[in-house]
């Protein structure tokens, strides 16, 4: 890992940044343990590919990613901390490479003694599938970020805001930059056990339309161009979903931006 990175700028600079987001995610309260992860493709950074994988370990990938032949990865390992990825993101995260056929990825940290052994975030195949989607699209997002976003989460636990209508409405309605910077709103994936096929299929279905998706009673998946970019979204929507608690827990009930306030912003966005 280390010649990957020594000298590399462009690099180094997308780790420290991915480093300050998980101090972040930590410092809000979202990041429990080893909740979260966070994946970042960084094949455009790197300057001399690599041509013989054989010396670094491999592991099979639980369905072929041909469109992902080639990519490499900065991604987060299973059980690692978010305050400690902050810290030391070397240690805590994994450069992965997927090989040509896309059913294989390889481990290019080996030699690094204290890293060796470690495994990419359990949702790998959630995060393989939006930068899959990502690449066929040809769109320009290059982060993922999933993370346990304690109002966001809170929300999914009341059945009413189970569904995309209502969850938006009451979203966009708590502040106005929610439906300035997020006039898309949020998808909504009923839950599903962490970190199967099926939660990934579920997610990229409600990716499709969205840069955001909540995971019932679980958490947020986010993607964007930066890690700093993506971090925003979740953090928009989270101080709206936190201004309702607020209110609520205050013994009020919120009045909410009214429907002709919010096609103002949805036009002020457009124009953003
Ligand atoms: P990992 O430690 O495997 O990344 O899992 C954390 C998590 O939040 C699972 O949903
Ligand atoms: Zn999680």
Known sequence: MKELIDNNHSLKDVIFEVAEIADYLWQRGWAERN?????VNITGLIGEHLSNMDPFPSFELPQPYSELAGEYFFVSGTGKRMRD?????LQNALIIRIDDKGSRYHILSRDEGHISGFKPTSELPTHLGIHRMIILRDSKEKVVIHTHANELVALTQIEKFCNEESLNKLLWGMHPETMVFIPEGVGFVPY??????????ATLKALENHHVVLWEKHGVFAIGSTAFDTFDLIDILGKSAKI???ARSSGYEPQ????EQ???LKELS???
């Open 192 to 201: 599903v056990t962490p970190g199967t096929e099926q939660i990934a299929e």
């Open 85 to 89: 990825l902050a810290r030391e993101p």
């Open 262 to 264: 919010l096609e103002v």
């Open 270 to 272: 457009a124009n953003f």
């Open 244 to 246: 309702f608690f607020l």
């Open 35 to 39: 909740a979260g992860n966070i994946s």
């Open 256 to 259: 909410g931006l009214t429907e």
